[in-house]
T-cell receptor, first 114, second 113 residues
């Protein structure tokens, strides 16, 4: 029972263009969503987050959009740079027993081509 | 400051053996999490500590898995009678209070032969 799904295992984008990574979730109790970026042999690094009371959060080149009615979120990276090549994980959480237990998607491998 | 560290970075063991994986969280972080990441999958929650106590161990797959955090800082994940299916990257994360962003360590890659 995959509660958080990233249906695209990989994505290839030209440098300078926009990268759009998508994520769907099924549990309506999730109230906080995050994107993590992972390089090989390193742990996931927090990128950006959004609370369920918002529909957009922007941080520099990164913007996360949340569509609660569709249970869908997306990460936009513009302009894409070669250093953005990594695996991106979408994660969701709800306050359960006071903890943010993260539920991750399967990841999308983003490759930025020069 | 120093991030989350995990040792060893790689561990190869034989089926049936016992292993311990260590996590040093960021200093002052009261919340500590263990996740497991299998090939081609996202990290999967195992257990969460708030201070010294396990507040949520619902992700531990069976009673061969156990984790401790005796002094509220360093944590050890213990796996008894390892099986080939336990092979994965074991990730540790910490956060200041349990409702904040989680910061991950580099993980321990466990291979059970």
């Amino acid at each position: 029972d995959q509660q958080v799904k990233q249906n695209s295992p990989s994505l290839s984008v030209q440098e300078g263009r926009i990268s759009i990574l998508n994520c769907d979730y099924t549990n309506s109790m999730f109230d906080y969503f995050l994107w993590y970026k992972k390089y090989p042999a390193e742990g996931p690094t927090f990128l950006i987050s959004i609370s369920s009371i918002k529909d957009k959060n922007e941080d520099g080149r990164f913007t996360v959009f949340l569509n609660k009615s569709a249970k869908h979120l997306s990460l936009h990276i513009v302009p894409s740079q070669p250093g953005d090549s990594a695996v991106y994980f979408c994660a969701a959480s709800g306050i359960i027993q006071g903890a943010q237990k993260l539920v991750f998607g399967q990841g999308t491998r983003l490759t930025i081509n020069p | 400051g120093a991030g989350v560290s995990q040792t060893p970075s790689n561990k190869v063991t034989e089926k049936g053996k016992y292993v311990e994986l260590r996590c040093d969280p960021i200093s002052g972080h009261t919340a500590l999490y263990w996740y497991r990441q299998s090939l081609g999958q996202g990290p999967e929650f195992l257990i969460y500590f708030q201070g010294t106590g396990a507040a949520d161990d619902s992700g531990l797959p069976n009673d061969r898995f156990f984790a401790v955090r005796p002094e509220g800082s360093v944590s050890t994940l213990k796996i008894q009678r390892t099986e080939r299916g336990d092979s994965a990257v074991y990730l540790c994360a910490s956060s200041p209070s349990g409702v904040d962003t989680q910061y991950f360590g580099p993980g321990t890659r466990l291979t059970v032969l």
